[in-house]
């Protein structure tokens, strides 16, 4: 098993470029996330999806949205880049009431 | 604000001592609590879970301890080793609010040889 993959690694954008973030999961969870961690600090909720079908905004949603593609891929858009959306994107998975799993990140900077 | 934070921001500790990390939580409607430890580089990575039915739960070396009465939450690491030295989150899953997990601000363990 793979877990949860996140494409790209790495990305460099210019100011007002957009952008999608990939991540699929292949341990049939329900539950998908994608945070932000900014240097040094924690991991900030950006949306979330319950379930396949649904969609929430968490703590940081402003400049962002996600899709559900399916259960396996949950993905990140960003649709008009500014600098401080640089940050490393986790994407994570999980069933209700068990932990979640996450993907290594991609690190992001907007020039 | 609802929240989930931590007490300190770094824990500095010499080899073979126990650890404990700290977390305080605000919202007594959340059920579930996991601990979580970052390495440089890489993704958060589960150690240990405690449900709000529980007071206490031990791992391989780890023990988490949640005081619902104060919403309080820690993670001891006993006989620290050099390999423990990490980011240590605590997250928090809100049983109102649709499977939302939220993390705290995190701790940064150095472990001195």
């Known amino acids: 098993n793979a877990g949860v993959t996140q494409t790209p690694k790495f990305q460099v954008l210019k100011t007002g470029q957009s952008m999608t973030l990939q991540c699929a999961q292949d341990m049939n969870h329900n539950s998908m996330y994608w945070y932000r961690q900014d240097p040094g600090m924690g991991l900030r909720l950006i949306y979330y999806s319950a379930s396949e079908g649904t969609t929430d905004k968490g703590e940081v949603p402003n400049g962002y949205n996600v899709s559900r593609l399916n259960k396996r891929e949950f993905s990140l858009r960003l649709e008009s880049a500014a600098p401080s959306q640089t940050s490393v994107y986790f994407c994570?998975?999980?069933?209700?009431?068990?932990?979640?799993?996450f993907g290594q990140g991609t690190r992001l900077t907007v020039v | 604000g609802e929240s989930v934070g931590l007490h300190l921001p770094t824990l500095s500790v010499q080899e073979g001592d126990n650890s404990i990390i700290n977390c305080a939580y605000s919202n007594s409607a959340s059920d579930y609590f996991i601990w979580y430890k970052q390495e440089s580089g890489k993704g958060p990575q589960f150690i240990i879970d405690?449900?709000?039915?529980?007071d206490k739960r031990q791992g391989q070396r780890v023990t988490v301890l949640l005081n619902k009465t104060v919403k309080h939450l820690s993670l001891q690491i006993a006989a620290t080793q050099p390999g423990d030295s990490a980011v240590y989150f605590c997250?928090?899953?809100?049983?109102?609010?649709?499977?939302?997990?939220?993390f705290g601000g995190g701790t940064r363990l150095m472990v001195k040889p």
């Open positions: 997250a928090e899953r809100r049983i109102n609010a649709g499977n939302m997990l939220t």
């Open positions: 994570a998975s999980g069933s209700p009431g068990y932990e979640a799993f």
């Open positions: 405690i449900r709000s039915n529980m």
